[in-house]
């Protein structure tokens, strides 16, 4: 079965600061996908970023970027010149691309921007 | 475009009693997931329905819960009785679903509901 880990505590970080969110994951298939989700106060999974496992080059999607080390199993977003409105939770997840498409989610990372 | 639509956002519940959420997903995607995320974790898969088949229902507490998506289109998730541990955010998704590759996964904004 997938596995993503995110050991992180709670993060502070100051405004228009760049930070980094770890996540490792654990998978024996070669074929998979791995998404960040961004979860604020009010619930909302909000999708932010895609890397496939075939992909060379790291993804990025405006301010936010994933630095992908397949041979580390690593997959860690950052988040460049950080906003007020960035402060949530964020959740690291891994997709097989055959079978049943389901997500699986680690615990998160708690994420709050101070001015 | 309007994305996936979840009603109630909130419930509140005495133990015993049943309970029933509502889901739209977003227009024209086939795949449809209810999620249960309990405080301080990530997103669980309860189930998850193909068109109006079920796909995968192996993390559903099926002696409570139940969940349909009678027409292929909007879904309902149930809970009868409930117990003090099934208070939890409960996440609707929706997605196109593809024959390997990336599915983007887009979720409502839950309910959630308290057992007392």
């Known amino acids: 079965a997938q596995k993503i880990t995110q050991t992180q505590p709670g993060m502070f970080v100051q405004e228009k600061e760049a930070v980094t969110l770890d996540c490792t994951y654990d998978t024996s298939d070669q074929s998979y996908g791995l998404f960040w989700y961004k979860q604020p106060s009010s619930g909302e999974m909000i999708f932010l970023i895609y890397q496939g496992s075939y992909d060379e080059q790291n993804a990025t999607e405006g301010r936010y970027s994933l630095n992908f080390q397949k041979a580390r199993k690593s997959a860690n977003l950052v988040i460049s010149a950080s906003q007020l409105g960035d402060s949530a939770m964020y959740f690291c997840?891994?997709?097989?691309?055959?079978?049943?498409?389901?997500?699986?989610f680690g615990k998160g990372n708690q994420v709050v921007v101070i001015p | 475009e309007a994305g996936v639509a979840q009603s109630p956002r909130y419930k509140i519940i005495e133990k015993r009693q049943s309970v029933a959420f509502w889901c739209n997903p977003i227009?024209?995607?086939?795949?449809l997931y209810w999620y249960q995320q309990i405080l301080g974790q990530g997103p669980k898969l309860l189930i998850q329905f193909q068109n109006n088949g079920v796909v995968d229902d192996s993390q559903l507490p099926k002696d409570r819960f139940s969940a349909e998506r009678l027409k292929g289109v909007d879904s309902t998730l149930k809970i009868q009785p409930a117990k003090l541990e099934d208070s939890a955010v409960y996440l609707c998704?929706?997605?196109?679903?593809?024959?390997?590759?990336?599915?983007?996964?887009?979720f409502g904004p839950g309910t959630r509901l308290l057992v007392l």
């Open positions: 997840a891994i997709q097989l691309y055959y079978g049943n498409n389901r997500l699986a």
């Open positions: 998704a929706s997605s196109s679903r593809k024959t390997g590759g990336q599915e983007t996964q887009y």
């Open positions: 227009s024209g995607h086939a795949t």
